[in-house]
């Protein structure tokens, strides 16, 4: 059973920082995009930033300059720096992952993977 698992959420004050962390885990062969989306409450969930396996990275306008999309290929992890927060960055994250994994019985599967979310709270 392949897994992603958020870690990093929290409250923080404008102007503040935090780090968002994503491991997946399980049977995995193989690892393409990953990236991070958002969803305030009332709103559709938001792409924030990708990243493909070779570390080209896309944001969306509303972070550039401010938030840092990282991968590490060995541990099947993918971070999220964000600096400067804004009120408007208050959200629940979403990690997302296209993966190519191991099925039951060895066959290969492949599927987009989200994790479960974390909360971000921007609040003076």
């Known amino acids: 059973q392949v897994q992603l698992v958020e870690s990093g959420g929290g409250l923080v004050q404008p102007g503040g920082s935090l780090r968002l962390s994503c491991a997946a885990s399980?049977?995995?062969?193989?690892?393409?995009?990953m990236g991070w989306y958002r969803q305030a409450p009332g709103k559709e969930r938001d792409l924030v930033a990708t990243?493909?396996?070779?570390?080209?990275?896309d944001y969306a306008n509303s972070v550039k300059g401010r938030f840092t999309i990282s991968r590490d290929n060995a541990k099947n992890t993918v971070s999220l720096q964000m600096n400067s927060m804004k009120l408007e960055d208050t959200a629940n994250y979403y990690c997302?992952?296209?993966?190519?994994?191991?099925?039951?019985?060895?066959?290969?599967?492949?599927?987009?993977?989200w994790g479960q979310g974390t909360q971000v709270t921007v609040s003076s």
């Open positions: 997302h992952a296209d993966i190519l994994a191991f099925g039951a019985s060895d066959e290969y599967v492949a599927f987009k993977k």
């Open positions: 399980g049977r995995i062969l193989r690892i393409d995009d």
């Open positions: 990243i493909t396996s070779d570390g080209t990275t």
